[in-house]
């Protein structure tokens, strides 16, 4: 096969303000910040973006762009580990291996193009369809809002829906409730701490929740609190899963997450784990202990993936990125009954940027 150098990156962030200030049990925000990476070869450009501070624009720029450049775009695992060591003395969790993710996905998006085919038919399709669960619920919303938004998403097909907590346990425990009522008793409630609760905390609110029919409880304590985890693992309600994941940067992190036995769904982010290559590389080590694998957020970036990796639980929805990934790009997939199908008429991930309504949000 004729090879295909990689003749230039463009790198463009955007900040988009949320529609309503939004907070969870240990942040708080009113914008979202997405980094989008274009990578040209051979007459056709892979997309790939990351959702993260705009300054990862700038390293992708200063210390990715040049370990790419004139490589063969059809070596994604080559340029992968190039710009893994490309940042050792940047130090590669957090921004940059957000850096790098964007770039990967971008490359892998390229490569697809290049062979004219949707990502998932080059990943190996194992499924068709990606079941979701709706995802929101902040902390900042009033019961009414709350309830609008779970519930929207139920009476949509969604069979599984989650909220935010940990501001207020007390709030919290009436929050549920109200949830609980709108969403009816046969929909899944997952909630999610962000890591805001101590372990005993953490423990007594679970036993609470679980009476309210909670089947799920996010990053209860602190993701870095492995041992932690693991205690509330052994302790969980019957029937309530303890998740975690999101903020694994590399490998490593993954492994020894799973070593401790800290989750029994783990959760990984493409825009944040190495992109496409590190999420691959994430599902093995749960196929090899029997564990389910959760995508976190960007339902765009990920659904492709998630129709090939085989020890696949869920994609989460997003209330924020849904929104984002609709504002900037043409072909941002669309839920329908509770599940993202990709389209394979198109090539790649099947995105463009819409550069004029990109523009207004340019930083």
Known sequence: ?????????????????????????????????????????????????????ASVADL??????????????FDTGAAWVRMVRAVRNVGRPGLASMAISAVDVALWDLKAHLLDIPLACLFGVVRREVPLYGSGGFTSYSNERLCEQLAGWVSSGFTRVKMKVGRDLRADATRIEAAREAIGPEAELFIDANGALSRAQALRFAEDAAQMGVSWFEEPVSSDDLEGLRWLRDRAPAGMAIAAG?????????????????????????????GLTGFFGVAPLCEA?????SAHTAPSLHVHACCAVRPFAHLEYFHD???????LFDGAADAKDGVLRPDLSRPGLGLELKNRDADRYRV
């Open 1 to 53: 096969m004729k090879g295909a150098p990689v003749e230039r990156l463009d790198v463009h962030a955007f900040t988009v303000p949320t529609d309503a200030p939004e907070s969870d049990g240990t942040f708080e925000w009113d914008s979202t910040t997405i980094v989008v990476v274009h990578v040209h070869a051979a007459g056709k450009v892979g997309l790939g973006y990351t959702y993260g501070d």
């Open 60 to 73: 992708i720029n200063h210390t990715l762009a040049h370990a790419i450049t004139a490589q063969d775009a």
């Open 246 to 274: 999101e903020y694994g940067y590399d490998l490593p992190y993954f492994q020894r997450m799973l070593d401790a036995g800290a989750v029994h769904v783990l959760q990984a982010d493409a825009t944040r784990c190495g």
């Open 289 to 293: 202990r029997s564990l389910l694998l």
């Open 321 to 327: 990125h849904v929104r984002v990934e609709h504002l």
